[in-house]
């Protein structure tokens, strides 16, 4: 052992004599920070690709979520016209999937089904579409393909939705399926059942959470604000109007966060601490309008003790509350239950000469708290673009003859008149009718004036609240 030592010893001694030792620990130096560097790179590439993956299969989920949506409406499509809409976007949603489906680092032969069906769909679409845009009717045989493809396509939504979940979970990663092979993304897909999907509802529901705000919600960037009524205030005023709206009681001390105006409604911002000191988050934001003075939002997000208030009461103290700031004739719409939390969707309702019209694009959003009643959320976009009392057209299509342009399975369960909102930032008088096949529930809506299938939305009724798609 002595003499390894002084072996060593003489090395350095040699080393130092000859300028070298300095110039190995130079050496080793910078071999370790390119190691270093090396790693830190190829752990940087490794988790690029991995989001790059995410990315491309959580966009695969959602586009063959909208597949299975319009093969839904397809199934009820009475007119030519709706029908050929439809179906061009039935194409064109599993086009978009197909091609997510080809970024992720699988073998082909796992997912030859998949790309088969996906590409059945968009090529069957396109086909039936065509007869549609030629004033064709679609055949018995074609609704029972589309019937097949639909199911099919509930399957596939079923497994990716788990996959998801796994992933989500930790439990498969991209990089164990690309070095263990397709084989464990082929064995995940067959070991779907249905009980483990039931276990997987509730992620569901609050990914559906992130886009609810029932039918019709895509009108809340209207450039004319018709219910924006008033003119503009001054912070201080708004801060009255905050204090008014949240109550003085129930306030230990309020900060402006002054006027926002990157917005296409001007508000002034608040924040606010409460007097509940039994609440860790005892604050909450509110935003007033510039012009007119308007509540447009607010928030207050606190833990929910154990549930005592039934969605009935929960509705009925939202209305109330409506009732009370200013917002008469408002009736629930659709509703999610998250976490102790009702968020209930309450549209306006205008009494006419033909009864009780739906006015969809005044949307209000409430956030009621079901351990005690409290309104813990508001938000007003979509009345503020558009509320104003509207002089209808006069009911040109009866609701019988309304009926006789629906499909002819569909089960109704309830009818009315509604004003639904376009893409176009128009609206339409429309007979709404309420109604399943199958098992799927859908809102039918029928242009009053001229008979049209103007719109069709698949209902999802689910434990935790009813959405729309």
Known sequence: MGKIKEKIYDWKNRLQDRHMLSLVVTLVAVIAILGIYTYKRERDYRQMTENEYNMAFFELVDYVQNVEVYLAKSLI???????????THLWREANLAQSYLGRLPMGSQELANTSK?????????????????????LT???????????????????TLNQLSADMNDGRIKWGELTNK???????QVSNISKDSFNNLEENFHEYAGLIYDGAFSEHMTSTQKKGLTGEEISEEQAKQIAIEFVGQDKIKEITSQGLTNN?????????????????????????????????????????????TISQERANEIGINFLNAKGFP????????????VLTINYAYHQQTENGQVTMYPDLIKLKIALDNGEILGIETTGYLNSHQERSLPEVKITKEEAKQNLN???????????????????????????????????LV?????TGNEEDILVIRDTPNGTLTM
């Open 263 to 307: 917005t296409d409604m001007p508000s002034y911002d608040f924040y606010i601490t409460l007097n509940n000191e039994k609440d860790k988050n005892n604050s909450l934001i509110i935003s007033i309008t510039q012009k007119g003075g308007h509540v447009v939002f607010m928030n207050y997000n606190r833990e929910v003790e154990a549930e």
């Open 408 to 442: 002819p399975t569909l089960d109704i369960k309830s009818e009315s008149l509604a004003v639904i909102p376009t893409e176009f930032q128009t609206e339409i008088f429309c007979w709404e009718f309420k109604g399943s096949i199958e098992g799927t529930e859908f």
């Open 181 to 187: 092979g397709s084989s464990v993304f082929a064995a």
């Open 117 to 137: 069906f996906l590409n059945q769909v968009s090529d069957y679409s396109f086909s039936l579409s065509r007869k549609n845009i030629y004033n064709e009717e």
């Open 140 to 158: 018995q045989e074609d609704f029972d393909n589309l019937k097949e493809l639909h199911n099919y396509s509930i399957e596939l939504e079923n």
């Open 445 to 449: 809506y029928i242009n009053a004036q």
């Open 77 to 87: 499509s009475s007119t030519p016209e709706h029908g050929a809409e439809t179906l």
């Open 329 to 340: 004739n408002m009736k629930e719409t659709y509703y999610l239950k998250q976490s102790g």
